[in-house]
């Protein structure tokens, strides 16, 4: 058993006066942090939290929502952050698998959980007399801190265990390949309840380091604070660049933001492209919520000459791929299996998902890429999305990407359907941009030019909407429900 000390009262002891966090209006120091979170423990302590004990938050961006993760964590309880665009259903089937002893939830949410025993609102809370108990002093980098349902854009989600040693190495093996300059700021406009804005408010105290928070993400407002030099590394999904991107226009940012921090699915090439000519410097990366965010980063010296890799893993981290049970060559294709002290032990009352996910402490993606000769990842698909056409892969995320470099298309998903001669084929779901004109055959024939023959899609269907989940994410295995019943033959 490996403790530390409990890590914002270590930071409000070490750096009191510096600024902990700032919503842009208000700012908090890290002893100000410390004292609110400490008072809503003895709060959450009236209201029955004990040691051991799951307790939700339903919150959105906020000052509260880190002061809460503190708060649960002094009294040693396990957050389980929920995801704020749930409807009722998933977030009470979440509380369910969990066995969650309580809900803390925005007033403005807390309607959604209506009729459920177990939610408390903030403000009900704030309305609690203060109990009389000690504060844990320490953390046991084993036990588990927080626990996050992955989106469920493969499967069922699963109640993913993070423990405290997962988010320190996270935060250390972050450090270690961006460094920590003085003036570091870091944006989080992504939500705290996914692994990419949770991490950084736990970057933030470990490292002494100010975090901005967005309540939501707003491109202006985001640009002006880098503009204005408040913000030094902003960490976005590729939809959120785009719209900074086209916000920004002609002009550019100053010297002091240093990194842009790309996640959570693949980068369209023209996105990487344009920011290449407009100077941001962006690091693309690999994760996922078993790993605690970014395993695999790539460096800025070869954001030109590897562009479109997620790079290298973390100091601390490994990385393989594995091709019918074998370490693959270079360039081969396989599943991405990796190491390291942030992957997280398993995940909630699942023995056996973990036992098939985690084997001899290496953890199965289900992803599927392939490494350079220089060891270089590039993440090609999911493997429950692969297309076997004729005995030929065919990731669908390579022919959404050539779909996507059209002019006239603003959104594409792939999937494979059933076919007499070749077992699958794919076939594309495109949403038009307003006012664009491309027909099929145009598509097919811009495909044709780019891809081999078996990638081209044997069929592109235009829509008005993709299927996506709460967090965005195309759910590929739901395209093929858009095919038009007169179509249908499976
Ligand atoms: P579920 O596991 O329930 O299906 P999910 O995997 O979408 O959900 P997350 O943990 O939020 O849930 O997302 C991690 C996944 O996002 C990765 O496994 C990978 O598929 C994708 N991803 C992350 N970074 C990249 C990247 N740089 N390039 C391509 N895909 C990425
Ligand atoms: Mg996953």
């Not at 070490?14 to 809503?40: C, H, M, N």
């Not at 927080?146 to 265990?161: A, D, E, H, N, R």
Request: a negative charge.
């Amino acid at each position: 058993m490996t403790t530390m000390p409990n890590w914002l009262k270590q930071r409000a002891f070490l750096t009191p006066e510096r600024i902990a966090v700032s919503d842009g209006k208000q700012a908090k120091t890290f002893a100000e942090l410390y004292e609110a979170a400490a008072a809503w423990a003895r709060r959450l302590a009236r209201a029955g939290v004990k040691e051991g004990d799951i307790v939700a938050l339903l919150m959105k961006n906020r000052i509260e929502m880190i002061e809460m993760v503190h708060a649960l964590f002094f009294l040693g309880a396990r957050v389980l952050l929920q995801n704020v665009r749930l409807t009722s259903y998933e977030l009470g089937w979440q509380l369910d698998d969990s066995g969650a002893r309580l809900v803390i939830a925005d007033e403005e949410l807390a309607g959604r959980l209506a009729g459920d025993g177990r939610v408390l609102t903030v403000g009900a809370l704030a309305a609690l007399p203060e109990a009389d108990v000690s504060l844990k002093e320490t953390c046991d980098l084993e036990e588990t801190a927080t626990i996050m349902y992955t989106s469920g854009t493969t499967g069922t989600p699963k109640g993913v265990l993070q423990t405290y040693g997962n988010h320190w190495w996270s935060a250390v093996g972050s450090a270690l390949n961006l460094g920590l300059h003085e003036r570091d700021c870091w944006l989080a406009a992504v939500p705290l309840f996914h692994i990419s804005g949770l991490s950084i408010a736990m970057r933030s105290v470990i490292y002494g380091m100010p975090m901005r928070l967005q309540a939501s993400f707003d491109p202006k407002e985001a640009n002006e604070w880098i503009m204005r030099g408040d913000v030094t590394i902003m960490s976005v999904v590729a939809a959120m660049l785009q719209r900074m991107v086209s916000e920004l226009g002609e002009a550019r940012y100053p010297d002091t933001f240093r990194c842009m921090l790309l996640g959570g699915g693949p980068a369209p090439r023209p996105l990487l492209e344009a920011c290449k000519e407009k100077g941001i410097p962006v690091y693309q990366t690999y994760g996922m919520t078993e790993t605690a965010s970014q395993i695999v980063t790539l460096a800025p010296e070869y954001s030109l000459t590897k562009l479109g890799s997620a790079g290298k893993p973390l100091f601390p981290a490994e990385l393989c791929i594995i091709k019918d049970g074998q370490p693959a060559r270079p360039h081969e294709a396989g599943e991405i299996v990796v190491k390291g002290p942030n992957v997280a032990k398993g995940y909630l009352h699942r023995p056996e998902a973990t036992a098939q996910a985690i084997r001899d402490g290496w953890f199965y993606t289900g992803d599927i890429g392939y490494v350079d000769e220089d060891g270089f990842l590039y993440v090609l698909d999911r493997r429950s999305d692969l297309i076997i056409s004729g005995g030929e892969n065919v990731y669908p995320a390579e022919v959404e990407a050539v779909l996507l470099s059209h002019p006239d298309v603003e959104e594409a998903g792939v999937t494979g359907v059933e076919d007499e001669t070749w077992g699958q084929v794919p076939y594309a779901f495109v949403r038009l941009k307003r006012g664009a004109a491309a027909d099929e055959a145009a598509l097919r024939a811009f495909c044709r030019e780019r891809l081999a023959k078996y990638k081209v899609p044997a069929r592109i269907y235009f829509v008005d909407e993709l299927p996506r989940n709460a967090a965005q994410k195309l759910l590929r295995r739901e395209l093929k429900r858009l095919i038009p019943k007169t179509e249908q033959m499976f």
